[in-house]
T-cell receptor
Framework: EAGVTQSPTHLIKTRGQQATLRCSPI?????VYWYQQALGLGLQFLLW???????NRGNFPPRFSGRQFPNYSSELNVNALELEDSALYLC???????????FGPGTRLTVT | KNEVEQSPQNLTAQEGEFITINCSYS?????LHWLQQHPGGGIVSLFM???GKKKHGRLIATINIQEKHSSLHITASHPRDSAVYIC???????????FGKGTLLTVNP
């Protein structure tokens, strides 16, 4: 069974541009979570989608947004990129909200 | 003070040693996760537990809900166990994960 997949693996953008990151959950999983791992800051919760709805978001500005599609895949959009947005963005999925989360390999975003 | 505290931050061991990594948290939780992150970033979920003890191979995780404390043990450590180990807690009502800063484990041959 395929695990959580993310694309692209690496993404280089310049300040002010927009970035779109994609995540495909494990088949049958309906919840998708996004996390940011910036250098020196550890993992931080970004967004949680379940059944197509945004259920919770972390302490991030509104320029971080996303959506979940009917097939449960998800997109994370970051507008007006800033240098400090450079980080590893991890997606995880779970079957239900109380089940174990399985992580994807991440997308490394570099903003120059 | 962080909601999730891990100790030690760094740990160096010789192959074969018994390893313990500790995690303390200050909020009510519905579950605690132990994660492993290798260089390059990939994260593997090792355990999710809400009470008692779980064992998988050479790894053992315990949690004491009353004391708000969990430990991850590695028996007969091996250089391939070298990684960052991260403790994360899931809130009772909002299901989001809050992470510790991680413990960098290096096992020398």
């Amino acid at each position: 069974e395929a695990g959580v997949t993310q694309s692209p693996t690496h993404l280089i953008k310049t300040r002010g541009q927009q970035a779109t990151l994609r995540c495909s959950p494990i088949s049958g999983h309906t919840s998708v979570y996004w996390y940011q791992q910036a250098l020196g800051l550890g993992l931080q919760f970004l967004l949680w989608y379940d059944e197509g709805e945004e259920r919770n978001r972390g302490n991030f500005p509104p320029r971080f947004s996303g959506r979940q599609f009917p097939n449960y895949s998800s997109e994370l959009n970051v507008n007006a990129l800033e240098l400090e947005d450079s980080a590893l963005y991890l997606c995880a999925s779970s079957f239900g909200t109380v089940d174990e989360q399985y992580f994807g390999p991440g997308t490394r975003l570099t903003v120059t | 003070k962080n909601e999730v505290e891990q100790s030690p931050q760094n740990l160096t061991a010789q192959e074969g040693e018994f390893i313990t990594i500790n995690c303390s948290y200050s909020v009510g939780i519905s579950a605690l996760h132990w994660l492993q992150q290798h260089p390059g970033g990939g994260i593997v979920s090792l355990f999710m537990l809400s009470s008692g003890k779980k064992k998988h191979g050479r790894l053992i995780a315990t949690i004491n809900i009353q004391e708000k404390h969990s430990s991850l043990h590695i028996t007969a450590s091996h250089p391939r166990d070298s990684a960052v180990y991260i403790c994360a807690v899931r809130g009772g009502s909002n299901y989001k994960l809050t992470f510790g800063k991680g413990t960098l484990l290096t096992v020398n041959p």
